[in-house]
């Protein structure tokens, strides 16, 4: 799933670069959409571990949305500026290190918060190499 997220991820980092006037920074994509299948979303949102939601099955035609935004009247020039609401089949979906007093459950994480909390549930290391690896068997009780 960390692998999936890659692009898009890039392409919303692509965006906020260039509206920082960051030296190199091109426009990134404003749209991107991917077709998955139901076992992918159902993955996705075991992955995601959102605050607060519960799911038994992934209907037919599930979507999701990772929308970033920019804070109206920002002072800072800094990705604190930025945030991304993220929802599935049209409920928002909050993660842990976006939660806030003002946000308790966590549904308008701040960009960099985002980019965290994704890489707290990421793997560490080479994917590819991780997924050639051989690993031990479970012990039987």
């Known amino acids: 799933m960390a692998r999936l997220l890659q692009t898009p991820l890039a392409q919303m980092q692509a965006i906020v670069d260039f ?3 960051k030296p190199g920074a091109t426009q990134g994509n404003k749209y991107l959409m991917y077709s998955l299948h139901d076992f992918q ?7 995601l571990q959102p605050v607060n939601f519960q799911w038994f099955m992934v209907p037919y035609a599930s979507q ?23 929802t599935y089949n049209s409920a928002s ?3 842990k ?14 960009f960099p918060d985002f980019k965290t909390y994704l890489a707290s549930i990421s793997p560490v290391g080479n994917l590819a190499d991780l997924c050639n ?3 031990p068997k479970p012990q039987q009780s």
């Open 19 to 21: 509206d920082l006037n």
């Open 93 to 95: 979906l909050g993660f």
């Open 133 to 135: 690896k051989t690993w």
């Open 41 to 47: 979303i159902a993955l996705m949102l075991k992955w």
């Open 64 to 86: 999701f949305f990772f929308e970033l935004y920019k804070s109206d009247g920002c002072t800072t020039k800094d990705e604190t500026c930025f945030y991304v609401k993220t």
């Open 97 to 110: 290190t976006c939660q806030s007093k003002d946000d308790p459950q966590g549904q308008k994480c701040s």
